[in-house]
């Protein structure tokens, strides 16, 4: 039962609610007046179904905003406001009808218009339901809010892709005569507009799209600009691209722009200051989209320099907007191991290629850091590459017939510069960049020449090469004239210094020598005989196959070598006789024939002057130090000149007078091209080093046999014993370990011993 | 101290001559002995070979020999030291079997060899790789006039008892050596 003191509390409580309505109005009208005024109001606001969606119903402000005075007094404006929500939230199924209506027919087919009138639809609900601005703001952000969450939460997941088709349709609408008839008539826009679109983007701000779909917005944006960058630049590099790139921005991009983010400016400025932001954000997309096709085609583009100087221009402005550095290092090294460093690639052509990354890196980054980064592994495998040296050699010497020398004609020939240090006294020095490794050598820029040779640690390895290569030239010369490799050889002078070139100068000189010696000696005896006569000492070795010329050939030389012991007594001359060649007239019974041949081919033809069949064998023993392969060489070009013929294998027989039928076929198309032209057979440096290797082998093998194990420091000190043993510890490690891949011999805690078997 | 001085001076004249004609002769010694190891080397004859024991001395070397096969040494191998005089090649080198080896000409014990191309019969013309190749034939050719191990010539005749006292002498080559 109640209490009197729970009846008092109640009665209380009652009273002051009453007070509160009443608002000390006489009687209950003040109670009355609030029931009135709520009732109106609640009419007034209440959601309509689909059919108020049209109009509202007509109401007389004055008399709603005293209504809403009356709530407020009473302090029961929030209550009025959950209310209201509440009613909001039982209506709100009508929209979902409403956006799975336009969602279905989009997924049956998927065109923006449908969207479009997705969002022209729940703008409309949005503005029929919203309250009225005499509720006050927080009023209406509170349904904004509600009515949003609601509207996002019913959204399905294929909005998204649809949202993405209209917003990239509205770069298309850049006039009226361009945009479609829906978007007139749906988003009708105000007289003065530029750009058709602008109701869209007003109704699309009011839904809160913009904001929330703003990341979808941008990135609709970049794929423009993407596919704009790509389908314009790709592959053209002949001119530059990135302000063309920017002057496309802004002529079709940045009109766009304005309607996302700047629709309200008051002016240009106003503008460009709102865009600002979003502005730079494309431009660095801009870049950084150039930047990474540019990085793709880096390789391609190196292949095409100069051509592509422009492509290189841009590469370096974007790379100063966006930080791709590493990036390009990676890719154009992934290029060169893949489509350079390979045993495919001439080794010519990677000399090609490296020295135009070069000059392309230059252009790049000046100061040579991404150079070394990418350099460093084609310089390691051209140091590998056996015939490296020869081609920077010959590239040294101009080969006149290369065409296209790795020098550039232009550039001033300096010496090989050797390390320097840093010279802080420059006025115009500068740091290391930030992303110098700490082996980088901030090399000044050099010549091309100095820093292909600074591939290898010592120029040693060049001027060997250089001499063979000299070497070969010399003896190919036959008409005497000189000036070219004496010239060649003043311009090394300066590069490699003077002391380095001595063994070339003796071997320049020994040439025009000779032709002095053989001068004088043909005054005091004529002879047929012009040779060129080398100090041993200077010359690489030169491959030793002399065979020993046979009749009248024999006697020549004997003759000239003792006018030329009368001539110079303290010098013997020993015959090459492979090398050279000779002019021949070959009288036959019924033909003469006159041939300049090679010396073994003279000297065969010499021995059927006194036998008229020979056998290989014969030939051979009788020459002797000749392989079959030279002198089966040699008896077919006789053969093809129609003096000889091989009756049965390894027999060969002098065809006194010619026959019809085989020699006529034959020297009709042959004749001419009896001769064939050799370089002369020089050691190469290769092979010089695998023959001084085998010795160091008999030597390892030797010390390994009779002290059992030895460290390698051992084996390096004992190496010593070894003639000319030059290699240092690092070296003997590789030589070492090749042989144990070869199984000659094992190692275990740095102890190597021989594999017994 | 008068007893000694005069030993002490004798000691100390004879020192700067001999070690003055010692290194005069040094350097073409050790250009014979360098190019002996050389050839050596290069020719490398199967089953023997030598190298110096250190890189500091060119006058002591490390040898080693193989039996020939077909003699009862066949598949052993043994290792010798050689030393050379300094008066080389005037004098024979000195040659000692460092592996225990049962031979009428060997000491078991010491490992001297009585080889006469090593003694009375040694000439310049001789060379490391001549000594070594003599050895090998030594081994399956002793000469049993002169035994220095009896007892090995004595059974030199009876093949598998020699084989079984060789084997008992003989130790295979550690890589520790």
Redesign the interface.
């Known amino acids: 039962m109640a209490t009197p003191a729970l009846c008092n509390q109640v009665a209380e409580k009652w009273q002051r609610s009453f007070a509160k309505l009443n608002r000390e109005k006489e009687g209950i009208t003040g109670l009355l007046e609030f029931t009135q005024g709520w009732l109106m109001a609640s009419d007034q606001l209440r959601p309509r179904d689909k059919a108020g969606l049209a109009t509202k119903p007509q109401y007389d402000k004055a008399k709603l905003r005293e209504c809403f005075e009356i709530i407020r007094a009473c302090n029961l404006h929030a209550v009025f406001l959950d209310d209201y929500l509440d009613a909001i939230g039982r209506q709100l199924p009508a929209i979902t009808n409403d956006i799975d209506f336009y969602m279905k027919m989009y997924e049956r087919e998927p065109t923006a218009e449908h969207i479009a009138n997705l969002i022209s639809i729940a703008a409309r609900w949005q503005r029929a339901w919203a309250p009225l601005p005499e509720m006050g703001a927080s009023a209406l952000s509170a349904f904004t809010c509600t009515f949003q969450t609601h509207l996002y939460s019913i959204l399905p997941p294929s909005f998204t892709t649809g949202f993405r088709d209209l917003i990239s349709a509205t770069f298309d609408f850049t006039s009226f005569e361009a945009a479609p008839q829906w978007l007139l008539t749906r988003f009708p826009c105000p007289h003065g507009i530029p750009r058709p679109d602008f109701t869209l983007w007003t109704i699309m701000q009011e839904l809160g799209l913009i904001e929330r779909y703003e990341t979808l917005i941008l990135s609709v944006c970049y794929e423009r600009i993407e596919g704009h960058v790509l389908e314009a630049s790709e592959k053209v590099w002949d001119r530059q691209m990135l302000q063309e790139m920017r002057d496309w921005m802004s002529r079709e991009v940045v009109p766009w722009l304005t309607m996302p983010y700047a629709r309200d400016a008051r002016s240009a400025e106003h503008a460009t200051m709102l865009m600002k932001n979003v502005g730079s954000r494309l431009d660095y997309h801009v870049c950084k989209t150039l930047a990474d096709l540019r990085t793709r085609e880096i390789f391609d583009i190196i292949i095409d320099y100069p051509d592509s100087r422009p492509a290189l221009d841009d590469m370096k402005e974007c790379l100063q907007r966006v930080d791709q550095r590493s990036q390009l290092v990676q890719s154009l090294r992934k290029a060169n191991r893949r489509r350079l460093l390979h045993p495919g690639a001439d080794t010519k052509l990677i000399l090609t290629q490296y020295v135009s990354i070069i000059r392309c890196l230059r252009i790049v980054d000046p100061q040579g850091v991404l150079l070394f980064k990418v350099a460093d592994p084609i310089r390691r495998y051209l140091r590998d590459r056996p015939d490296t040296i020869r081609c920077i050699v010959a590239s040294l010497v101009g080969d006149g017939e290369s065409g296209d020398s790795l020098v550039d004609e232009n550039e001033p020939i300096q010496p090989i510069n050797q390390t320097q240090l840093e010279d802080y006294t420059d006025p115009n020095w500068e740091p290391e960049p930030m992303d110098a490794g700490p082996e980088f050598r901030a090399n000044k820029p050099s010549d091309i020449i100095s820093t292909l040779i600074s591939i290898y640690d010592s120029q040693e390895l060049f001027v060997k090469e250089l001499q063979i290569l000299l070497a070969q030239r010399l003896l190919a010369i036959t008409d005497g004239n000189f000036d070219r490799e004496r010239r060649n050889i003043e311009i090394l002078k300066i590069r490699f210094g003077e002391a380095a070139l001595q063994v070339c100068e003796v071997m320049l000189r020994d040439m025009t020598d000779s032709r002095r010696t053989d001068q004088h000696i043909q005054q005091q005896k004529a002879s047929d005989l012009h040779p060129t006569i080398i100090s041993r000492h200077f010359w690489p070795p030169l491959q030793a196959n002399t065979f020993v010329m046979p009749g009248q050939f024999r006697k020549i030389q004997e003759d000239y070598a003792s006018e030329f012991h009368v001539f110079k007594p303290d010098k013997k001359l020993l015959w090459m006789s492979h090398l050279g060649s000779i002019n021949l007239q070959v009288e036959l019974d019924d033909r003469t024939v006159e041939v300049e041949v090679p010396p073994l081919e003279a000297a065969f033809i010499e021995l059927f002057s006194e036998q008229d069949e020979w056998s290989v064998p014969e030939l051979v023993e009788k020459v002797g130090s000749i392989e079959r392969p030279q002198a089966i060489k040699a008896l077919v070009t006789w053969v093809e000149l129609g003096v000889l013929k091989e009756d049965s294998p390894d027999h060969y027989r002098l065809l006194k007078t010619a026959e019809e039928s085989g020699s006529a076929a034959k020297s009709s198309g042959k004749q001419p091209t009896a001769v064939v032209e050799e370089l002369p057979p020089v050691v190469t440096v290769q092979q010089q080093q695998a023959e001084q290797m085998r010795?160091f082998w008999?030597?390892i093998?030797?010390?390994l046999?009779?002290?059992?194990?030895l460290p390698l420091d051992?084996i390096q000190?004992?190496l010593?014993?070894?003639?000319n043993y030059d290699r240092n510890i690092d070296q003997l490690a590789a030589f070492m370990e090749a042989a144990r891949r070869e199984g000659l011999v094992t190692v275990t805690n740095g102890v190597w011993?021989l594999q017994r078997d | 101290m008068e007893q000694i001085s005069p030993l002490a001076a004798a000691r100390g004249s004879s020192k700067p001559t001999a070690s003055g004609t010692s290194s005069e002769a040094a350097g073409s010694v050790t250009k014979r002995l360098s190019q002996e190891l050389m050839n050596l080397m290069m020719t490398s004859p199967p089953g023997i070979s030598a190298f110096p024991k250190s890189d500091a001395n060119l006058f002591e070397w490390a040898g080693t020999i193989e039996g020939a096969a077909g003699t009862i040494y066949s598949g052993l191998t043994f290792k010798i030291s050689i030393t050379f005089p300094p008066n080389y090649p005037y004098v024979a080198p000195t040659i000692k079997f460092d592996t225990p080896c049962y031979h009428p000409n060997v000491d078991i014990a010491g490992g001297a060899i009585c080889l006469d191309i090593l003694q009375d019969k040694w000439t310049a013309v001789y060379s490391a790789q001549t000594v070594l190749l003599s050895l090998q034939s030594l081994l399956g050719e002793p000469n049993n006039a002169s035994p220095l191990n009896p007892d090995a010539a004595n059974l030199w005749d009876k093949p598998d008892e020699y084989k079984t006292q060789l084997m008992k002498h003989y130790r295979p080559i550690s890589d520790d050596a």
């Open positions: 010795v008999k030597f093998e030797g010390m046999t009779n002290l059992g194990q051992r000190q004992m010593k014993f070894a003639p011993k």
